[in-house]
């Protein structure tokens, strides 16, 4: 049985950095596409980052590019979003999704002073 668990985020003061994971089982994250999404509230969900099987290319919405890293530990099954100098418009709940159409439950993230 495929499933994502995640675990992290939380509230943070802007400027601040939390680490979201993902736990997948019932199959290897090492050979799927895996993604970090957002959604806030009244908007869409949208992609946040993205990493590819083998050999790892990341990918990242424009407005998170060098303070958001996706990254995976084969080891522990596990992929994580590293998200520094956060700004009140990274506010959301962000999902881990896994290419085979599985989603995680979904993690609050609130940037506030």
């Known amino acids: 049985q495929v499933q994502l668990v995640q675990s992290g985020g939380g509230l943070v003061q802007p400027g601040g950095s939390l680490r979201l994971s993902c736990a997948a089982s019932g199959f290897t994250i090492s050979d799927a596409n895996m993604y970090w999404y957002r959604q806030a509230p009244g908007k869409e969900r949208k992609l946040v980052a993205a990493?590819?099987?083998?050999?790892?290319?990341?990918n990242y919405l424009d407005s998170v590019k060098g303070r958001f890293t996706i990254s995976r530990d084969n080891a522990k099954n596990t992929v994580y979003l590293q998200m520094d100098s956060l700004k009140p418009e990274d506010t959301a709940v962000y999902y881990c999704?896994?290419?085979?159409?599985?989603w995680g439950q979904g993690t609050q993230v609130t940037v506030s002073s």
């Open positions: 999704h896994a290419g085979d159409g599985s």
């Open positions: 990493i590819t099987p083998y050999s790892g290319i990341t």
